[in-house]
């Protein structure tokens, strides 16, 4: 009673409450984020990078640590996720996210904080139980994915990060920084609502700034939008350098993320359905055979191995599905991390590499000492290394 008393106290809650008034409270201090996320977009990602970069500095640092960074870690993603929420529906931005892949990322995100956790709570059984429940939802959802609603190769994570200085509007940001400037009081999301459609509705009456040809499918600069000649460059309108490369990248990406998927069948059916199971396959040939066999290893693998190679060509395929069989393929290099392989041939020699980096290069050794104890933590965790 004194803990809930005290936790009353903290969100400025009376001691005792009806669950219908702790309820209504409850709904009024969300809708108070809410407000705060949508009209400070910009902290509210400089908050959670600073959150994330916690988890960083905690992990191998003192006793159960790991546990502590973990729990860090997923409640910075599942916090970006909801937040990226909130601003998707207050720029009203369009995007083709189902509530099953909304479900999935979460799974994703806590995944390896509920495998330390139940390691923790109930030993070796109860951490296989829950990795064997987690990973039987996720194929169940991704083969609903696949089978019903027919969404293609699916990311890993399903909902990637919004890119909010590229995904949203200008008008958003420049009607979020003109709210700033004004008295507390005056933040109220129904003007923010209609400074929003106000700049949205002048930018529909604005000339087009590009132009796409029918058969080339190369967008160009409209005559009507050529700036003066002291100021032209080779960059079109929509697009803006990222400081840290130089390179320059498309404002539009949240067009990317909403690209139809392409349609399966045949063969690409066949081989993203082995992707979907393999991580079943993997672990019943586990519980068959044991962990200190090769079986489960060789049969995970070239399961993975086959999936890609009946994807074939992926010319026909959009970008964030390219990308997606990029990362399938990069990540086959953590069988050399994975066990029996890694504890019979790699561990030895990737510590004597670290050992000598540390030793040869002034500084490394900051970063790699860690490092080196935290390696035996990050192998032993199975959604470290086999839930990719």
Request: net charge positive.
């Amino acid at each position: 009673m004194a803990a809930e008393r005290e936790g009353n106290f903290l969100l400025g809650l009376p001691s005792k409450l009806s669950p219908d008034v702790a309820k209504e409270k409850l709904l009024e201090l969300f809708e108070r984020y809410r407000k705060f996320v949508s009209s400070n977009p910009d902290v509210t990602s400089q908050l959670e990078s600073s959150f994330r970069v916690v988890s960083y500095f905690i992990a191998g640092r003192f006793q159960n640590s790991s546990e502590l960074a973990e729990l860090v870690y997923s409640a910075s993603n599942l916090i970006v996720l909801l937040n990226d929420g909130i601003l998707r529906k207050a720029a009203k931005l369009r995007t083709a996210v189902k509530r099953i892949m909304t479900l999935l990322t979460v799974l994703e995100y806590v995944e390896v904080f509920a495998e330390i956790g139940a390691a923790r709570l109930w030993g070796e059984l109860g951490r296989w139980i829950v990795i064997a429940a987690i990973q039987l939802a996720k194929v169940a959802l991704r083969a609903v994915l696949l089978f019903k609603y027919q969404s293609g190769i699916v990311r890993t994570p399903p909902i990637t990060p919004l890119d909010r200085d590229a995904d949203l509007p200008d008008a958003f940001l420049k009607s979020c920084k003109d709210k700033r400037s004004k008295s507390a009081e005056a933040l109220e999301m129904e003007d923010l609502d209609q400074v929003f459609v106000q700049k949205a509705e002048e930018q529909r009456r604005s000339p087009q700034v590009t132009f796409m040809g029918t058969r080339s499918g190369r967008k160009v600069r409209s005559l009507t939008a050529t700036p003066p000649l002291s100021l032209r460059d080779w960059r079109l309108p929509g697009t803006k350098t990222d400081a840290p490369t130089g390179k320059t990248k498309t404002v539009s990406s949240l067009e990317l993320q909403n690209l139809p998927p392409t349609p399966l069948g045949g063969h690409r059916l066949a081989g993203e359905a082995l992707h979907v199971f393999r991580p079943l396959v993997y672990l019943s040939s586990l519980a068959v055979c044991g962990r200190s066999s090769w079986k489960p290893w060789l049969l995970s693998f070239l399961t993975d191995v086959s999936s890609l190679a009946l994807m074939g060509d992926t010319k026909d395929l959009n970008l964030l599905e390219k990308a997606e069989l990029k990362r399938r393929s990069l990540m086959l290099l953590f069988y050399i991390l994975r066990s029996p392989f890694y504890d019979k041939y790699a561990q030895a020699k990737i510590i004597l590499f670290l050992r000598l980096l540390a030793s040869t290069v002034p500084g490394v050794g900051l970063i790699i000492e860690p490092l080196i104890g935290y390696l035996p933590n990050w192998q032993r965790t199975y959604f470290y290394n086999w839930g990719t």
